[in-house]
């Protein structure tokens, strides 16, 4: 039944996906098991698959226009921050990656700023696109964000800003590059350097002192489509150069649903709490790991 609705909604991405390289909607047919048996041997292989050129050059220039659009409403923060997003502990070592900070300067257009009649917003609530990352990640299905602030999100980096060393709050995280900047921006990535079972703090040390003998390093386009295991691998952008924007699509599913990241955190990102995050504030809340955000 779900199938037939998929294919029935075929229309909405037409011309926003290139389905012919792609036939996400035809994930049962001999090229879909393909596509999806491909993805999951390179995101088990490192913890990202980049599918090029997912978007066809004709939607590329409505795409970049919206993110456009939208940048001059990214919050921009500049603050110093560990891997985790989090206070220092002054009971380790400076050296510590708890006590390791660096400059996050970037911007994040919320999602309650993006409006259902977006390109982007359409293509992150529909069924056959959200059908497509569950497969690919091998869940049954995934959820979209209960949280109106990071369920969609356009980052916006400009010159000078960077996103250093961190990790994601979710498990996965599927993202879209629609403007590259004229230099610098580079995504790099250290593959499952921790796990639900342990943080890996030494080799996280490691990797921020220098090491990158076990980086990987992204030259992402406009039009790539990205899914990353960013809650298990330490990563970054790096500086962007020049005086044009870099702009990338965040689309934030779970695998269970409800799920609102931590009013703390929306804090920080998005200088704003919605009365979501004030309620958990009061309440609480618990996460299904023992991770550090």
């Known amino acids: 039944m779900q199938s037939n609705r998929i294919q029935e909604d075929d229309t909405s991405l037409q011309g926003l996906i290139d ?8 994930l049962e047919g001999d090229r879909g098991r393909e596509l ?56 380790l070592p400076a050296s510590h ?14 999602g309650d700023r993006i409006d259902g009649d977006t390109i982007i917003r359409q293509v992150y609530s529909h069924p056959g696109f959200q059908h497509f990352i569950a497969s690919v990640v091998g869940m049954d299905e995934i959820h979209q964000y209960a949280d109106p602030l990071a ?5 916006v980096l400009r010159e000078g800003c960077q996103h250093p060393w961190h990790y994601d709050t979710n498990e996965f995280i599927v993202t879209m590059m629609t403007r590259q900047s004229q230099g610098g921006g580079r995504f790099e990535y250290a593959p499952g350097i921790r796990s639900p079972e342990g943080e890996s703090f030494d080799e996280v040390e490691q990797v921020i002192d220098g090491d990158r ?12 489509l990205q899914v990353f295991f ?12 020049g005086d044009r924007e870099r702009h990338t699509v965040i ?4 695998k269970e649903p409800g799920f609102i990241g931590r009013p703390e955190r929306a804090k920080r990102i998005f200088g704003r709490m919605a009365p979501v995050h004030e309620r958990l504030l009061q309440e609480g809340m618990q996460r299904s790991d023992s991770l550090a955000d």
């Open 19 to 26: 389905l012919e390289r792609y036939p996400i909607h035809r």
């Open 97 to 110: 990656p708890k006590n390791r900070f660096d400059d996050r300067t970037n911007g994040f257009v919320a």
């Open 151 to 155: 369920d969609l999100v356009v980052n």
């Open 36 to 91: 999806i048996a491909e993805c999951r041997q390179q995101l088990g292989q490192d913890g990202c698959v980049v599918l090029k050129g997912f978007v066809p050059k004709e939607a590329l220039a409505r795409l970049e226009q919206e993110t456009e659009r939208l940048s001059p409403q990214a919050h921009y923060n500049q603050t110093e921050t560990n891997p985790y997003n989090s206070d220092a502990d002054p009971s």
């Open 213 to 224: 003998s076990r980086l990987k390093s992204l030259d992402l386009q406009p039009g790539d």
């Open 230 to 241: 960013g809650r298990y691998s330490l990563h970054r952008v790096t500086p962007v150069e």
């Open 251 to 254: 689309f934030a599913y779970a």
